[in-house]
T-cell receptor
């Protein structure tokens, strides 16, 4: 079956712009989590959605937001981009929400560069 | 504050060596600990550990959890160049948060 699909793969934006990233989970999976990966900080949790509800949010400013649709696809939005937002954004899907001992599958990520 | 600490941060070995990667944690209401292998971009799942003392094994990789001392180790025996990657440790906490360590970068030389 198809894996987790993230689009676009690469993105270049200028400071102050906003960006929307998309994640299509594995068919049948209802949980989608987003992570930011930077060289210095490793993987950091952004938020997690299950059945269209945000269940948990990491320690990121309000410029980072997301949503999940009825077909489990999820989008992440970052407004007023800053240089420090340049990172690899990873999406993970799982059958059940984290915390229920479920394996997560990661997408290939979206490489966002803010100039 | 919840935290996950991995050590060492980087490791260089030769093929055939055995390595042990460490992950210690302090989280509220621990639920599970996960190990991932990250090559290039997306991490791949290795193990999920929830109970102390029960070793999980997959080929040359094995892992065990100690919930009393709050740590886990990931062992790789007879290392190969294909094992070169960043190994990530993540802990699921009771508030549904997931904390990642900074990772251990393993380099296996021929």
């Amino acid at each position: 079956k198809a894996g987790v699909t993230q689009t676009p793969r690469y993105l270049i934006k200028t400071r102050g712009q906003q960006v929307t990233l998309s994640c299509s989970p594995i068919s049948g999976h209802r949980s989608v989590s987003w992570y930011q990966q930077t060289p210095g900080q490793g993987l950091q949790f952004l938020f997690e959605y299950f059945s269209e509800t945000q269940r948990n949010k990491g320690n990121f400013p309000g410029r980072f937001s997301g949503r999940q649709f009825s077909n489990s696809r999820s989008e992440m939005n970052v407004s007023t981009l800053e240089l420090g937002d340049s990172a690899l954004y990873l999406c993970a899907s799982s059958l059940n929400p984290p915390g229920l001992n479920t394996e997560a599958f990661f997408g290939q990520g979206t490489r966002l560069t803010v100039v | 504050e919840d935290k996950v600490v991995q050590s060492p941060l980087s490791l260089v070995v030769h093929e055939g060596d055995t390595v042990t990667l460490n992950c210690s944690y302090e989280v509220t209401n621990f639920r599970s600990l996960l190990w991932y292998k990250q090559e290039k971009k997306a991490p791949t799942f290795l193990f999920m550990l929830t109970s102390s003392g029960i070793e999980k094994k997959s080929g040359r990789l094995s892992s065990i959890l100690d919930k009393k001392e709050l740590f886990s180790i990931l062992n790789i025996t007879a290392t190969q160049t294909g094992d070169s990657a960043v190994y990530l440790c993540a802990v699921e906490a009771g508030n549904n948060d997931m904390r990642f360590g900074a990772g251990t970068r393993l380099t296996v030389k021929p």
